[in-house]
């Protein structure tokens, strides 16, 4: 296997910067020295630190236990829900309760100064949510939730809550906030 591209040493390096931090607390030159690439490099793959942020958030969202887990149709879908968030919450227990999603991190930091990224990220929000609503639809028909449920919110109000989650993981630095998370959610919400 032949050794990354400098563009590829950037994105990948450029996500752990980000979820170490944050974007505005990050300039080019950590990210270069995180990528072991001269500074100069960096504007030739890209145009700005957003750019490179806008590729680290399309790398982070294709890890295992993302959207691929939740249109795996060979688990119930209430289950693949489950083991969705489970994958999420381990990945966020083997980092001691930090750099949580990095979706929701950039989103908050970023959005209100950055037009373009909080365009992408409403986009990348929707589509979560609506792999999201695609399992509670098919749970929905199952029989697996209450005749009536609003499957299209449910899922908006589960990523909401799931991104609160993992605001309060941050403070408590232990599994508290995602026990609560699955117990209501699961145990309550969507039965």
């Known amino acids: 296997m ?7 040493q950037l994105v990948d390096a450029a996500l752990g910067v980000f979820q170490s ?4 607390g990050s ?18 793959h890209f145009k700005s630190k957003e750019d490179l942020a806008l ?34 919450w381990a990945s966020l227990q083997a980092r001691d309760y930090t750099a949580g999603c990095f979706l929701g991190a950039l989103s908050a930091e970023i959005a209100d100064t950055h037009e373009r990224s909080r365009e992408v990220f409403l986009q990348v929000f929707q589509g979560w949510s609506r792999l999201i609503e695609q399992a509670l639809r098919e749970a929905l028909q199952r029989g697996d939730l209450a005749p009536g449920s609003d499957p299209a919110q ?3 109000f589960v990523l909401n809550a799931w991104q609160g989650t993992l605001v309060r993981m941050k ?21």
């Open 21 to 24: 931090h944050g974007f505005n």
């Open 154 to 156: 449910l899922a908006r």
């Open 55 to 88: 590729e680290a958030l399309q790398l982070y969202m294709e890890r295992p236990g993302g959207a691929a887990l939740l249109r795996d149709e060979q688990l119930p879908p209430l289950q693949r829900l489950r083991q969705h968030f489970q994958a999420n």
């Open 27 to 44: 300039s080019v030159q950590d990210l270069t020295d995180a990528a072991g690439v001269p500074k100069g490099s960096f504007y030739n």
């Open 171 to 191: 403070v408590v630095k232990n599994d508290q906030p995602f026990e609560d998370f699955e117990a209501v959610v699961f145990g309550q919400l969507l039965r």
């Open 2 to 8: 032949g050794r990354p591209s400098v563009r590829q």
